[in-house]
């Protein structure tokens, strides 16, 4: 199985909403953080949002307002709200979630999110 699996993605219109869910494998020693990222075509993969085990959150500049980040820490899952949808939010949307002292840096295997009319 997949250390992370990411689920909801899809197309929606602009100014509509999805919700973005990951789930990590139990076998992931000591996960503290965990978080969003996004790779649109053609460019890098940037930050979206993150969030410690502890619960403080971290934000791109270009989401905040709109996007909202939580966490299930006893089932290892973590949530991307997003609301008031962009056409240039559109990406792959990727979950990361970090062992003890960042020894590890896990993905998943991305999920597409379309913002269109």
């Known amino acids: 199985q997949a250390q992370l699996v990411e689920s909801g993605g899809g197309l929606v219109q602009p100014g509509g909403s999805l919700r973005l869910s990951c789930v990590a494998s139990?076998?992931?020693?000591?996960?503290?953080?965990m978080g969003w990222y996004r790779q649109a075509p053609g460019k890098e993969r940037e930050l979206v949002a993150t969030?410690?085990?502890?619960?403080?959150?971290n934000y791109a500049d270009s989401v905040k307002g709109r996007f909202t980040i939580s966490r299930d820490n006893a089932k290892n899952r973590v949530y991307l709200q997003m609301n008031s949808l962009k056409p240039e939010d559109t990406a792959v949307y990727y979950c990361n979630a970090r062992s003890e002292y960042d020894l590890q840096w896990l993905w998943g295997q991305g999920t597409q999110v379309t913002v269109s009319s």
């Open positions: 139990k076998s992931i020693f000591r996960i503290n953080t």
């Open positions: 969030i410690i085990s502890a619960g403080s959150t």
